[in-house]
């Protein structure tokens, strides 16, 4: 199994549980509001801040190869040291050049549990 890279420029994470309702309405008008499952989801915002080239060229390798794939994160919080089965939510990485810094590379990550 594929463990998300150790990349040290993170410099911040949110994390998210996340339980998806259906939400309908009945024919009189009145909301009808359900869960999809019984089983609660967390999604993970990660974003990295001056990161070097190096380190950029890294996250794009593992994202153009684990995409659609599920892979682990583990030690985002130091606290509880879970480790998470996670996939990419998202369908590309966005990179943002800062110009005249040494690591010049910032870039945010969204993962959802599987």
Do not use: C
Request: aromatic share 14%; hydrophobic share 35%; net charge neutral.
């Amino acid at each position: 199994m594929a463990t998300f890279p150790n990349i040290k420029y993170l410099t911040s994470f949110q994390e998210k549980n996340i339980k998806i309702l259906n939400k309908k309405e009945s024919s009189a008008g009145y909301p009808m509001v359900r869960p999809s499952s019984t089983i609660n989801k967390k999604s993970f915002y990660l974003s990295f801040q001056n990161v070097t080239s190096d380190d950029k060229d890294i996250l794009d390798s593992f994202f153009n190869s684990h995409q659609g794939e599920q892979f682990q994160i583990e030690n985002f919080d130091p606290l509880r040291n879970n480790v998470f089965m996670v996939i990419f939510f998202q369908d590309s990485l966005d990179w943002q050049y800062t110009q005249g810094r040494t690591n010049p590379w910032n870039v945010n990550i969204m993962l959802r549990e599987v």
